[in-house]
């Protein structure tokens, strides 16, 4: 069992910067891979990036690649999100999930945080 709480949420002006935080408890943290989601109103939920148990390995969605950069700290059991560039477009509850595959869609996750919401104004 995994559990997800996501942080560091908030209103930014387009091209700045926050960094998302997603605190997880259990012992096998450092098993999973870990994934970002985001869900704007009216859409369905999307894969943001992924990486995988040990951190060596990122995938990005090509919307965000270049301007994000996921990153976990298993002592910590923490994964990070850096959003740089930040565009209106990015606008959404932002999820991050726990899975054991490196997949790109939410049915490969089995645990999720409870969101937090980005907002990006032009």
């Known amino acids: 069992q995994v559990q997800l709480v996501e942080s560091g949420g908030g209103l930014v002006q387009a091209g700045g910067s926050l960094r998302l935080s997603c605190a997880a408890s259990g012992r096998t943290f450092s098993s999973y891979v870990l994934g970002w989601f985001r869900q704007a109103p009216g859409k369905e939920r999307e894969f943001v990036t992924r990486i995988s148990a040990s951190g060596r390995t990122t995938y990005y969605a090509n919307s965000v690649k270049g301007r994000f950069t996921i990153s976990r700290d298993n002592a910590k059991n923490t994964v990070y999100l850096q959003m740089n560039s930040l565009k209106p477009e990015d606008t959404a509850v932002y999820y991050c999930?726990?899975?054991?595959?490196?997949?790109?869609?939410?049915?490969?996750?089995?645990?999720w945080g409870q969101g937090t919401q980005v907002t990006v104004s032009s």
């Open positions: 999930a726990a899975g054991v595959i490196h997949g790109s869609s939410p049915r490969d996750y089995g645990y």
